[in-house]
T-cell receptor
Framework: GENVEQHPSTLSVQEGDSAVIKCTYS??????FPWYKQELGKGPQLIID?????GEKKDQRIAVTLNKTAKHFSLHITETQPEDSAVYFC????????????FGTGTRLQVFP | DTAVSQTPKYLVTQMGNDKSIKCEQN?????MYWYKQDSKKFLKIMFS???????INETVPNRFSPKSPDKAHLNLHINSLELGDSAVYFC???????????FGSGTQLSVL
C-alpha cells in the first residue's frame, strides 16, 4: 500500500522567511496530493492540492511542486507570518479498490515574530 | 454554519465502557470518514462511507462500529473501551472519494 514520508518533523523560521516541507510517496499510481493545515484544537483544513498532471501550483503565498519521477512533492510558504504556525500534513491518494487518502506524519511549523 | 460537526468535543470515560461519537455534515457530500489521530499527531483512516455504503474498513478492532443512517450522518460506536483507544477522532466528508476532505473539530477521547 501507499506510504508517505514527510520531513522535517519540526521547522522554526523567522517571520518573513520562507518555509519548505517535503514529502515522498511510494505508490506510483498516486495521482492527487493535498496539503492540510491543522491549528491547535482544530481539525485539518485543506490549503492547497495538486494533481499528477501538473508540476506546480500557486495560491498567494503558498505553492506546491510535484516531481512524479522522483515521487516527491513539496509545500513552499513565502513571507511567513506568525499565523502560519501550525502542523502541516501532506497526503497522497490513488484510485485503487481501497482508494484511501494516506497522510504524512506532519510538520510542526513555528514562525517567530 | 458548521460544515462538519461532531459531538461530543471531549469524552472522558472508564475502561470497559461503551461510548458513541456523532457526526453530521451539511455540505451535501456523498462520502464521509472517520480518522484517528494519536498523541504523535499521526492521522490514520478508520472507515469511509459513500452514500451510506461502507467503502473502507481499515484494520480496526471490531469493537469499533460505524453507522450511517443517511448520507449526512456517520456515527462511531466503541464497545469495551481500552486505554489504547485514547486519541482524537475526526469525522470528515468530501464531495469526491479521497479528495478535498472537510474535517470536523475532533473528539478528544480519554480512557482512564
Amino acid at each position: 500500500g501507499e506510504n508517505v514520508e514527510q520531513h522535517p518533523s519540526t521547522l522554526s523560521v523567522q517571520e518573513g522567511d520562507s518555509a519548505v516541507i517535503k514529502c515522498t510517496y511510494s505508490d506510483s499510481a498516486s495521482n492527487y496530493f493535498p496539503w492540510y493545515k491543522q491549528e491547535l484544537g482544530k481539525g485539518p483544513q485543506l490549503i492547497i492540492d495538486i494533481r499528477s498532471n501538473v508540476g506546480e501550483k500557486k495560491d498567494q503565498r503558498i505553492a506546491v511542486t510535484l516531481n512524479k519521477t522522483a515521487k516527491h512533492f513539496s509545500l513552499h510558504i513565502t513571507e511567513t507570518q506568525p499565523e502560519d504556525s501550525a502542523v502541516y500534513f501532506c497526503a497522497a491518494y490513488a484510485i485503487h479498490n481501497t482508494d484511501k487518502l494516506i497522510f504524512g506524519t506532519g510538520t510542526r511549523l513555528q514562525v517567530f515574530p | 454554519d458548521t460544515a462538519v460537526s461532531q459531538t461530543p468535543k471531549y469524552l472522558v470515560t472508564q475502561m470497559g465502557n461503551d461510548k458513541s461519537i456523532k457526526c453530521e455534515q451539511n455540505l451535501g457530500h456523498d462520502t464521509m470518514y472517520w480518522y484517528k489521530q494519536d498523541s504523535k499527531k499521526f492521522l490514520k483512516i478508520m472507515f469511509s462511507y459513500n452514500n451510506k455504503e461502507l467503502i473502507i474498513n481499515e484494520t480496526v478492532p471490531n469493537r469499533f462500529s460505524p453507522k450511517s443512517p443517511d448520507k449526512a450522518h456517520l456515527n462511531l460506536h466503541i464497545n469495551s473501551l481500552e486505554l489504547g483507544d485514547s486519541a482524537v477522532y475526526f469525522c470528515a466528508s468530501s464531495p469526491l472519494r479521497g479528495e478535498k476532505l472537510f474535517f470536523g473539530s475532533g473528539t478528544q477521547l480519554s480512557v482512564l
